[in-house]
Nanobody, 124 residues
Framework: VQLVESGGGLVQPGGSLRLSCAAH???????MGWFRQAPGKEREFVAGLTTSGGSTSYADSVKGRFTITRDNAKNTLYLQMNSLLPEDTAIYYC???????????????????WGQGTQVTVSS
């Protein structure tokens, strides 16, 4: 599964960005997630969707500010990021889990395919 992220960039604190992750094949049967990696840190879970898309989960650090959605008709996953903070600065990756998931997995090891990442920088 090939994944291509876009939408990253430089934004001031308090601003918003919407990240996109486009798949080159139908992905409605996959669970999906967003992770991020800041310099010198491990890659961490940000948000995820179950296979059906009926359930979502978020890291505590982004809860209430970020929203994960998917558009199966466009084979695209989104991450709407509002009220951005400098500590949100990282490379953001989307990921696909092939096995059926009726709850959101937050471990990197649970995902099979990854995009190349898109840089998000929050700075004044």
């Amino acid at each position: 599964v090939q994944l291509v992220e876009s939408g990253g960039g430089l934004v001031q604190p308090g601003g918003s960005l919407r990240l996109s992750c486009a798949a080159h094949e139908p992905f409605s049967r996959y669970a999906m997630g967003w992770f991020r990696q800041a310099p010198g840190k491990e890659r961490e879970f940000v948000a995820g969707l179950t296979t059906s898309g009926g359930s979502t989960s978020y890291a505590d650090s982004v809860k209430g500010r970020f929203t994960i959605t998917r558009d199966n008709a466009k084979n695209t996953l989104y991450l709407q990021m509002n009220s951005l903070l400098p500590e949100d600065t990282a490379i953001y990756y989307c990921a696909v889990r092939v096995a059926y998931s009726n709850y959101v997995r937050n471990s990197r090891a649970e995902y099979n395919y990854w995009g190349q990442g898109t840089q998000v920088t929050v700075s004044s």
